[in-house]
């Protein structure tokens, strides 16, 4: 056969059942077999638009998404989304052709040295010059993307070795001398960390977007209810343990709660699972937390001590860690251990004195927080939320109520405006039965909405909130705080142009749209009633509204502002 | 910051020079020389990077090495460890006239002349770093013309080998690597 239908093949064998890609000359030997191939291929409008519904799709599933585009342009197009993937730890294969080997390094038609180009953010890559590697380079690529801190592979392969002829050998074992994932948390490891936590008597669990790539869930909720300590959940981990739970304190971070911040400031203990000290959520790192102790556990050593010193450093999977924590925390417990009360006492009476909020807009007009409060409440916590990247991804991450792992979608490290219309087609096409909320803002939904028109074709009926403030919000809201208002090119005119209605009615989507507050609950409801097309609902909402609570970028958490110029006040704690 | 010598074994593959030079400019490294060569299997090649880090972050080089998948093996060579060496070739002037006096500094240093013609020779030497410095500083007299230096090399002492510590690899059933539906 040829190397075109041994990738296929290896491909099939791989147990993959969705691709989302586009072909184009380099790669279009692999398009015919591709053609008879059971792998439902989705043709989208742009390859960026495949690496993030790829990701959508492995972040729903927790299995290996799978992208595949041309060399030169199609490759390069593929970059962001891979980039993406790195900085969120997501299980990619991303599959490009290449120029014919005769042809590597001549500045031909559409080359790109996309190996040497996604080195530093994929978690291997290959090129592939001979047709008899593809099924070894596949299985591998799965293996490595799927195992251990998930992350993106690439798998370029030249043009002639898809063409020439080779036999099929589905590799019955890999041999990869340098790639070994440690699962098992050392004894002594788990031992120490027990030791710390029974002795801590202001312990917070700091959770990351690990325990949801481990799947540990459950456990983290065993482990949480035998501590008893604050849960404080990153923009990575929102949905791994209930918002409803009495111990779940929030968000930490640039944007979390003030009870959030707060117990990781005070804390004596960070018990930090499948977290990485992200700036975004220490601020100023030589202020952070500093009168605690911490316990690192991830699954990538190169995590722990890399901004912050772990006291007992836990390298394995969260869930065999989680697991065999709860045993010798007991164990230890049966010792006896500090008293929490005081502690949680205070942390209890801070979250209540400052919870989230917003003020309703004076002129009268939609708050975006208001929009996406209610969207929630109205399509409720087993659906899937999907942000772009600004303002708009941190009130979805606010005023979402998130219950289950896997239901809260967005580019947390890298950024990347234009990720939610994408990422929630992948989603849909991932959990077809969920109902799919991408959250965007009026500029992100401009960098990639042609894949509406991908939705549309093939029965993908996401729905779409565009949080209109006619701004690059964000940007705008640094602006108004740290450049006197002096709105330089952040003034989309996003209600005047385009008309988003017709845009989705030009794309084969029903097109809504909101103004005023009184008609929110019914346009959210005729929304989640179409299930048959995409939907699209233009919120248009007060520009002027503001993401808080603040950690302005640089700062210390101590630093934290609850609303313009007002800081909690701290002198009423007892702390 | 201090200086330390580590020892790479890495798959013998196209493209891994270039991941290990990414990673150190990527992530601000400084290397103060790198050395690549075959080893006794011709799977393998060892690197030898001398870098010159805090120590706090040398643990953190020494991990991010290790996430590359071709990178096998990482050892810190101690210099009491290890026997280190650099190779150096330099072209001196040098006629008939100061033959003597070159000879005699090549004696010293076990250095030998590997080319020469009527106004140059070109000199060949091997060593630690210290040697090599202050066989050029007794050349510099001659004058030097141009110089080509490598990069160190290392190999720890006693019959010990890092190839037989980490090449006992186990291979991965295909069963683990498809598509294992994780959810729970």
Same mark, same amino acid.
């Given at each position: 056969?040829?190397?075109?239908?041994?990738?296929?093949?290896?491909?099939?064998?791989?147990?993959?059942?969705?691709? *989302?890609?586009? !072909?184009?000359?380099?790669? /279009? +030997?692999? %398009?015919? @077999?591709?053609?008879?191939?059971?792998?439902?291929? #989705?043709?989208?409008?742009?390859?960026?638009?495949?690496?993030?519904?790829?990701t959508?799709?492995?972040q729903?599933?927790?299995?290996?998404?799978?992208?595949?585009?041309?060399?030169?342009?199609?490759?390069?197009?593929?970059?962001t989304?891979?980039a993406d993937a790195a900085m969120d730890s997501v299980?990619?294969?991303?599959?490009?052709?290449?120029?014919?080997?005769?042809?590597?390094?001549?500045?031909?038609?559409?080359?790109?040295?996309?190996?040497?180009?996604?080195?530093?953010f994929?978690?291997?890559?290959?090129?592939?010059?001979?047709?008899?590697?593809?099924?070894?380079?596949?299985?591998?690529?799965?293996?490595?993307?799927?195992?251990?801190r998930?992350?993106?592979?690439?798998?370029?392969?030249?043009?002639?070795?898809?063409?020439?002829?080779?036999? *099929?050998?589905? !590799?019955?074992?890999?041999? /990869? +001398?340098? %790639?070994? @994932?440690?699962?098992?948390?050392?004894?002594?490891? #788990?031992?120490?960390?027990?030791?710390?936590?029974?002795?801590?008597?202001?312990?917070v669990l700091y959770v990351g977007g690990g325990v949801i790539k481990?799947?540990?869930?459950?456990?983290?909720?065993?482990?949480?209810?035998?501590?008893?300590?604050p849960v404080v959940t990153t923009l990575m981990a929102l949905g791994s343990f209930?918002?409803?739970?009495?111990?779940h304190f929030g968000m930490p971070g640039m944007h979390g709660t003030v009870g959030a911040v707060t117990a990781l400031q005070k804390a004596?203990?960070l018990?930090t699972l499948g977290a990485r000290f992200d700036d975004r959520v220490t601020g100023k790192l030589s202020t952070f937390a500093v009168?605690a102790?911490v316990?690192h556990?991830d699954?990538d050593?190169a995590e722990i001590g890399k901004n912050r010193f772990a006291?007992?450093?836990?390298?394995?999977?969260?869930?065999?860690?989680?697991?065999?924590?709860?045993?010798?925390?007991?164990?230890?417990?049966?010792?006896?251990?500090?008293?929490?009360?005081?502690?949680?006492?205070?942390?209890?009476?801070?979250?209540?004195?400052y919870?989230l909020?917003?003020?309703?807009?004076?002129?009268?007009?939609?708050?975006?927080?208001?929009?996406?409060?209610?969207?929630?409440?109205?399509?409720?916590?087993?659906?899937?939320y999907v942000a772009g990247v600004g303002q708009h991804q941190m009130w979805a991450a606010q005023f979402v109520?998130y219950?289950?792992?896997?239901?809260w979608l967005n580019s947390g490290g890298l950024g990347t405006m234009g990720y939610a219309?994408?990422a929630?087609?992948?989603?849909?096409?991932?959990?077809?039965?969920?109902?799919?909320?991408?959250i965007?803002g009026?500029g992100c939904?401009?960098?990639?909405?042609?894949?509406?028109?991908?939705?549309?074709?093939?029965?993908?009926?996401?729905?779409?909130?565009?949080?209109?403030?006619?701004?690059l919000g964000m940007v705008r809201q640094w602006q108004t705080l740290f450049?006197?208002?002096?709105?330089?090119?952040?003034?989309?005119?996003?209600?005047?142009?385009?008309?988003?209605?017709?845009?989705?009615?030009?794309?084969?989507?029903?097109?809504?749209?909101?103004?005023?507050?009184?008609?929110?609950?019914?346009?959210?409801?005729?929304?989640?009633?179409?299930?048959?097309?995409?939907?699209?609902?233009?919120?248009?909402?007060?520009?002027?509204?503001m993401v808080w609570p603040m950690v302005a970028a640089g700062t210390s958490n101590d630093d934290i502002k609850i609303?313009?110029?007002?800081a909690p006040?701290?002198?009423?704690?007892?702390? | 910051?201090?200086?330390?010598?580590?020892?790479?074994?890495?798959?013998?593959?196209?493209?891994?020079?270039?991941?290990?030079?990414?990673?150190?400019?990527?992530r601000?490294?400084?290397?103060?020389?790198?050395?690549?060569?075959?080893?006794?299997?011709?799977?393998?090649?060892?690197?030898?990077?001398?870098?010159?880090?805090?120590?706090?972050?040398?643990?953190?080089?020494?991990?991010?090495?290790?996430?590359?998948?071709?990178?096998?093996?990482?050892?810190?060579?101690?210099?009491?460890?290890?026997?280190?060496?650099?190779?150096?070739?330099?072209?001196?002037?040098?006629?008939?006239?100061?033959?003597?006096?070159?000879?005699?500094?090549?004696?010293?240093?076990?250095?030998?002349?590997?080319?020469?013609?009527?106004?140059?020779?070109?000199?060949?030497?091997?060593?630690?770093?210290?040697?090599?410095?202050?066989?050029?500083?007794?050349?510099?007299?001659?004058?030097?013309?141009?110089?080509?230096?490598?990069?160190?090399?290392?190999?720890?002492?006693?019959?010990?080998?890092?190839?037989?510590?980490?090449?006992?690899?186990?291979?991965?059933?295909?069963?683990?690597?498809?598509?294992?539906?994780?959810?729970?």
């Amino acid at each position: 056969m040829s190397g075109a239908s041994s990738l296929v093949q290896s491909l099939e064998s791989a147990g993959v059942d969705v691709m *989302f890609g586009i !072909p184009g000359g380099a790669i /279009l +030997p692999a %398009y015919d @077999p591709i053609f008879d191939s059971s792998i439902r291929h #989705i043709l989208v409008r742009h390859e960026q638009g495949a690496g993030h519904a790829a990701t959508g799709y492995a972040q729903v599933t927790g299995r290996v998404g799978v992208c595949i585009a041309t060399s030169g342009p199609g490759a390069t197009n593929l970059v962001t989304p891979l980039a993406d993937a790195a900085m969120d730890s997501v299980p990619l294969v991303a599959i490009t052709g290449q120029v014919p080997s005769a042809a590597i390094g001549t500045d031909a038609f559409q080359e790109a040295d996309i190996r040497g180009i996604t080195m530093p953010f994929t978690k291997h890559n290959y090129l592939i010059t001979d047709p008899n590697d593809i099924p070894r380079a596949i299985a591998e690529a799965f293996y490595i993307a799927g195992t251990g801190r998930p992350g993106p592979v690439l798998v370029d392969i030249a043009k002639d070795a898809l063409q020439k002829e080779t036999d *099929f050998v589905w !590799p019955s074992q890999l041999s /990869l +001398p340098g %790639y070994h @994932p440690q699962l098992e948390p050392e004894n002594q490891a #788990i031992k120490d960390a027990a030791a710390l936590i029974a002795q801590s008597s202001k312990p917070v669990l700091y959770v990351g977007g690990g325990v949801i790539k481990a799947n540990a869930s459950k456990e983290l909720m065993q482990l949480a209810e035998l501590v008893g300590a604050p849960v404080v959940t990153t923009l990575m981990a929102l949905g791994s343990f209930p918002d409803s739970h009495p111990q779940h304190f929030g968000m930490p971070g640039m944007h979390g709660t003030v009870g959030a911040v707060t117990a990781l400031q005070k804390a004596d203990l960070l018990i930090t699972l499948g977290a990485r000290f992200d700036d975004r959520v220490t601020g100023k790192l030589s202020t952070f937390a500093v009168n605690a102790k911490v316990i690192h556990a991830d699954i990538d050593p190169a995590e722990i001590g890399k901004n912050r010193f772990a006291d007992v450093p836990v390298v394995g999977d969260l869930k065999h860690t989680i697991s065999a924590l709860i045993p010798a925390i007991k164990a230890e417990f049966a010792k006896g251990r500090a008293d929490l009360a005081p502690w949680l006492a205070s942390m209890n009476k801070l979250r209540a004195t400052y919870p989230l909020g917003y003020d309703a807009p004076k002129d009268g007009s939609l708050s975006p927080q208001y929009v996406i409060e209610r969207i929630s409440a109205l399509t409720g916590p087993e659906a899937i939320y999907v942000a772009g990247v600004g303002q708009h991804q941190m009130w979805a991450a606010q005023f979402v109520k998130y219950e289950n792992p896997r239901t809260w979608l967005n580019s947390g490290g890298l950024g990347t405006m234009g990720y939610a219309v994408p990422a929630a087609m992948g989603a849909k096409v991932g959990a077809p039965d969920a109902t799919v909320w991408a959250i965007d803002g009026d500029g992100c939904f401009q960098m990639t909405n042609q894949e509406l028109v991908t939705c549309a074709l093939n029965n993908i009926p996401i729905k779409v909130a565009i949080i209109n403030n006619e701004s690059l919000g964000m940007v705008r809201q640094w602006q108004t705080l740290f450049y006197e208002g002096r709105y330089s090119n952040t003034n989309l005119e996003s209600k005047r142009v385009p008309d988003f209605v017709k845009l989705a009615d030009a794309m084969g989507c029903v097109g809504l749209t909101c103004d005023r507050p009184e008609d929110v609950d019914a346009i959210i409801k005729k929304a989640n009633a179409i299930n048959d097309q995409p939907v699209v609902v233009d919120f248009r909402v007060f520009r002027d509204a503001m993401v808080w609570p603040m950690v302005a970028a640089g700062t210390s958490n101590d630093d934290i502002k609850i609303a313009r110029e007002m800081a909690p006040d701290w002198d009423s704690q007892e702390l | 910051m201090s200086t330390h010598t580590l020892s790479v074994l890495v798959e013998n593959s196209p493209g891994v020079l270039a991941r290990v030079a990414g990673l150190f400019s990527r992530r601000a490294y400084n290397i103060d020389s790198l050395a690549v060569g075959p080893t006794e299997n011709p799977d393998i090649s060892r690197m030898t990077i001398v870098i010159n880090v805090e120590s706090h972050s040398l643990e953190q080089v020494i991990r991010q090495l290790d996430k590359l998948v071709n990178v096998i093996h990482i050892a810190e060579l101690k210099l009491s460890d290890s026997v280190q060496a650099e190779l150096l070739l330099v072209k001196i002037s040098a006629t008939s006239k100061n033959r003597f006096d070159v000879d005699a500094v090549l004696d010293t240093y076990g250095a030998a002349i590997v080319d020469e013609d009527a106004d140059s020779m070109t000199i060949e030497a091997t060593g630690d770093a210290a040697k090599i410095s202050d066989l050029l500083n007794a050349l510099e007299r001659f004058g030097i013309r141009e110089l080509a230096q490598s990069g160190l090399v290392a190999i720890e002492r006693g019959s010990g080998s890092l190839a037989d510590r980490t090449l006992s690899t186990q291979s991965i059933p295909t069963a683990d690597s498809g598509q294992a539906d994780y959810q729970n």
